[in-house]
């Protein structure tokens, strides 16, 4: 006898990797500004598992400029993803951290700082990617290292944009394996 399909279980688990701590040069190593706008097509690390991308100014401070970082790749479904990084905060080192969760990145495009001083890296921020489309916060619970989290993560939900279904985990990511559990509307 076969379970009638209103019967089965509405509950699913996302198994989110194991992900590390992110660092400022995860993707991309620090670039040195030349006095132009720099695309950068080699030397980059994909993310072990879907997740959003930092970018982190450094180097001469006087030679920082307010510029915004444009990160290509793909999202969890292989299609092409694009975000505009926030502004770098002028003549101070900053990390800005972008929304979106990248399966792959492809290229990074880098405006001119105000110098050859400056610096900029691409890295891996906390918010890791659901690869499910959610049309409103249906989480029910979060287990880091195979422990039930304590405090409910963050939730972004986007019922069109994949890439727009992140959870930031209230523990600091250190390599311990993510599960989701979520319920199916």
Do not use: C
């Not at 080192?93 to 792959?104: L, N």
């Not at 499910?132 to 287990?143: F, G, K």
């Amino acid at each position: 006898m076969s379970i009638i399909a209103q019967a089965r279980s509405r509950v699913l688990k996302a198994i989110l990797g194991s992900p590390a701590l992110g660092a400022a040069a995860d993707v991309h190593a620090a670039v040195t500004d030349d006095g132009t706008e720099q695309t950068i097509t080699t030397g980059i690390t994909n993310p072990p598992t879907t997740r959003n991308v930092t970018a982190t100014s450094g180097g001469t401070a006087g030679d920082i400029k307010a510029i915004q970082v444009t990160v290509n790749g793909t999202d969890a479904n292989g299609d092409a993803l694009t975000e505009v990084l926030p502004l770098f905060t002028v003549n101070t080192a900053t990390t800005v951290v972008g929304s979106k969760a990248f399966a792959t990145v492809t290229s990074i495009v880098i405006p001119a700082h105000d110098g050859t001083g400056a610096t900029t890296s691409l890295g891996l921020g906390a918010k890791l990617g659901l690869d499910v489309l959610l049309a409103r916060d249906t989480i029910v619970n979060a287990y880091f290292g195979g422990v039930l989290e304590g405090t409910r993560p963050t939730v972004v939900f986007n019922a069109t944009d994949i890439e727009s279904n992140t959870v930031d985990l209230n523990s600091a990511l250190d390599g311990s394996e993510v599960i989701i559990d979520y319920y199916l509307p």
